[in-house]
């Protein structure tokens, strides 16, 4: 049976499609609160197929989704981090005529999650038998059904085709129960987190589609509803007269048991697969998180013991974090856990863990980058002020530097800004449009010690940031400062890293050395390895040309020793010419953590000058800033392909 597995596996484009529920989650932030005074949410894909779709994605499984999302932006949404996931989105429509459903969840208290369902008249429960393709089917070795989808004739009928359909060509058949009252009609709006009320009506409809059945998973609950009996062994005996299914009995914290063959009298005596001592923080999306993990390793012909290890750990890990899928482990993060286990019973603590959890779900970056930088704050005014200009108007010359990269780009990927709060609100959406990386100062100009622009909260400044805007965030640092002044600076570093972190924003370091004591062979990979001791792990480092190919090779030795999923380095200018520039390329581009460069007032300064003063007009600066960031862009990938041949 496991070689058979892992053949049919090999032979098909897909391992997995799971069928029926989309939603968009709303999170209440504020934890331990009622629903009704959460004054904040965080927004995420839901729904039980969506979600396994998802957590088999994240561990390594080719997975796909059936389901339909409304035409607007909730559905675009859910299609949207569909890709960004992994998950193919053949089989999802679009509804014209409905909305994505939604859910409001808060946590309340331990093992208390109530929800709100928005699923009146909604898309995914408009799916039909024509959603159902038979090539679409016929190309997964495996389907999962699930239990909300049986409630409505025509969802009902659209599962039952996509069973027959999977059968006849051979693929396996997975119900997840997944049963939710108030989605038959059997409880409140209010009731949206009841797990169990008796129907006989309920049972019946569930009970036909146990013998087409080769995998069937659910709680004690779950499994009670879809056998008609009241009780768990009782339910499971029945469950093993209609179906020679393996089933999979979820008993939350205590882990679960696996039943291949005749239900044994004592319960204990199926495959027993033991859960992990972890705090319960939030119990929604767990069975889903569970689902993927034994899909994982049943799918790919493992003991049903390591299945069952895998599908506790990943249950594991949304039990002891806020949203669901969002949360759900990499076969990375999956693979450390169970290799090292976690000091911290609640695993949302662990930085080792947390880390590895947001470098292998960060959205996909370009394997390289080159920036205009024209975050310059004091800089820009200081000509303004020399000019008499008023410096509102420094945001004009910002945009017109988007204008200038844009050109330079042309749509390639690879290309980005730095943009600061300040005068960049117009250039911000310009930057957007053009799908360039952003990158966003927080650091008041030239502070040092390090402090940070009219931002005591830092965390709540960040809420207001768009979700792919990255954290610039400049320190003045030298091995050399006195110890006061360096625990100042470390003691910021350490608040914007955790600010980052905390608001889901990538963060860049940019550190500068030079400028306060002399640069050797490991003044900056010293600097690097004391903030990699104090835990600090930024997306990417901006640092300035180094003296000699051994400094840069001393910097690639600490990021790798330390993060080896660190995005890289870019190369900072510090307004020297041309010439300097391309030389310091040749020397960074030996490197290949250096993935690039941001460089500002080389390209802007003359421009701006010219600009602010009214010398030349929007046209002419444009074509100045395109001109000398062309150049350096030409000299950087020159730099880089004779490297590279």
Not at 549 to 561: S, Y
Not at 627 to 639: H, Q, Y
Request: charged fraction near 25%; aromatic fraction near 6%; glycine fraction near 8%.
């Amino acid at each position: 049976m496991t070689e058979a597995r892992g053949a049919e596996t090999a032979a098909r484009p897909l391992d997995v499609i799971t069928i029926g529920r989309s939603s968009v989650d709303l999170y209440g932030q504020q934890i331990f609160s009622r629903l009704e005074d959460i004054t904040s949410f965080a927004k995420s894909v839901g729904g039980c197929p969506s979600n396994i779709a998802i957590g088999t994605a994240r561990l390594g499984l080719k997975s796909a989704v059936i389901t339909r999302v409304g035409d607007e932006q909730m559905g675009r949404f859910i299609r949207e981090q569909m890709v960004r996931e992994g998950v193919a989105t053949d089989g999802i429509a679009t509804d014209p005529d409905r909305l994505t459903a939604l859910v409001l969840l808060a946590v309340e208290d331990e093992g208390v999650s109530p929800m709100i369902f928005y699923r009146t008249d909604c898309a995914d429960m408009a799916l039909s038998e024509a959603d159902i393709d038979e090539a679409f089917i016929a190309s997964a070795e495996a389907i999962v059904v699930t239990g909300t989808h049986f409630s409505r004739p025509n969802s009902d009928a659209a599962q039952r085709k996509a069973i027959r359909i999977a059968k006849a060509n051979g693929g396996k058949v997975v119900f997840d129960i997944d049963y939710r009252p108030n989605l038959w009609g059997l409880a409140g709006h209010g009731d949206g987190f009841a797990r169990y009320v008796k129907s006989d009506r309920v049972s019946d409809q569930l009970k036909s589609i146990l013998p087409d059945c080769d995998l069937i998973v659910g709680t004690e609950e779950e499994i009670r509803i879809a056998s008609g009996a009241d009780d768990v062994l009782g339910a499971l005996k029945t469950i093993r007269a209609l179906s020679k299914a393996t089933i999979v009995l979820k008993r939350g914290a205590m882990g679960c048991i696996v039943y291949e063959g005749a239900i044994p009298d004592d319960l204990e005596q199926g495959i027993v697969g033991e859960g992990f001592p972890i705090e319960i923080y939030n119990v929604l999306g767990a069975g889903d998180a569970f689902m993927s993990g034994f899909l994982r390793g049943w799918l790919k012909g493992e003991a049903l013991e390591t299945a069952a290890t895998w599908a506790n750990a990943c249950g594991a890990f949304a039990v002891s974090r806020l949203l669901c899928s969002p949360e759900y482990p990499t076969w990375a993060e999956l693979s450390y856990f169970l290799a090292h286990g976690s000091p911290h019973r609640a695993l949302r603590k662990d930085a080792a863990i947390n880390h590895l959890h947001w470098a292998t779900t960060r959205r996909d970056q370009p394997e390289t980058l080159m920036a205009l930088a024209i975050d310059h704050r004091s800089q820009l005014e200081a000509v303004a002020d020399r000019l008499n200009v008023p410096r509102d108007k420094i945001e004009g010359i910002k945009a017109l530097a988007v204008e200038a990269a844009a050109r330079i780009a042309k749509g390639r990927p690879g290309f980005g800004m730095l943009l600061d709060s300040t005068y960049g609100q117009k250039a911000f959406p310009r930057a957007s449009e053009q799908g360039f990386w952003i990158g966003r100062p927080v650091e008041k100009p030239g502070s040092r010690p390090l402090d940070f622009d009219h931002l005591p909260d830092l965390g709540s400044h960040l809420a207001e940031w768009p979700i792919g805007h990255t954290i610039k965030c400049l320190c003045f640092y030298h091995p050399d400062d006195s110890a006061e002044l360096k625990a100042r600076q470390e003691r910021e570093l350490l608040r914007v890293a955790d600010a980052a972190r905390t608001a889901g924003r990538e963060l860049l370091i940019e550190i500068i050395a030079g400028k306060h004591g002399a640069l050797d062979e490991t003044t900056v990979s010293s600097i690097l390895a004391r903030l990699y001791e104090l835990g600090i792990k930024p997306d990417w480092w901006k640092l300035e040309p180094q003296t000699s190919p051994a400094a840069w090779q001393a910097i690639e030795q600490v990021i790798l020793a330390n993060d080896p999923l660190c995005r890289g380095i870019v190369l900072l200018g510090l307004e020297a010419p041309e010439h300097e520039l391309v030389a310091a390329f040749r020397a960074a581009a030996t490197t290949p953590l250096v993935k690039g460069f941001a460089v500002g007032r080389t390209i802007f300064a003359e421009a701006a000058e010219g600009w602010l003063s009214g010398r030349i007009d929007d046209e002419a600066a444009v074509a100045d800033m395109t001109t000398r960031f062309g150049k350096l862009v030409a000299a950087w990938e020159s730099a880089r392909q004779t490297e590279v041949a």
